[in-house]
Nanobody, 122 residues
Framework: QVQLVESGGGLVQAGGSLRLSCAAS????????MEWYRQAPGKQRELVAR???????NYADSVKGRFTIARDNAKNTAYLKMSSLKHEGRADYYC????????????????WGQGTQVTVSS
């Protein structure tokens, strides 16, 4: 019903910046939470940043002051601007969106993106 397409990952040197995008399409009436997660090899997936429709944003302590989550509700798109990236090797970044599929829907459904890889080199 809803497809998420992520983009913007790649190879960057420590100290550099990247901006990830997560574009949603399909049966979307509204989106509440937009979240970014990351998962390093052999580690659990962790929440990095969250944005809700009321304007609230939250960040993991490890990225506060360096990452910024943004959203464009008209385009059903979430962004993650990552600055001052640390040499932490490779991680896959995933977006998750809580979508209300239609105006009469009583609940939100969570959808995941396919992931985009970010590698930070020294």
């Amino acid at each position: 019903q809803v497809q998420l397409v992520e983009s913007g990952g790649g190879l960057v040197q420590a100290g550099g910046s990247l901006r990830l995008s997560c574009a949603a399409s399909g049966r979307i009436f509204s989106i509440n939470a937009m979240e970014w997660y990351r998962q390093a090899p052999g580690k659990q997936r962790e929440l990095v940043a969250r944005s809700t429709n009321d304007g609230t944003t939250n960040y993991a302590d490890s990225v506060k002051g360096r990452f910024t989550i943004a959203r464009d509700n008209a385009k059903n798109t979430a962004y993650l601007k990552m600055s001052s990236l640390k040499h932490e090797g490779r991680a896959d970044y995933y977006c998750r969106l809580s979508v209300r599929n239609e105006i009469l829907a009583a609940t939100y459904t969570d959808y995941w993106g396919q992931g985009t890889q970010v590698t930070v080199s020294s």
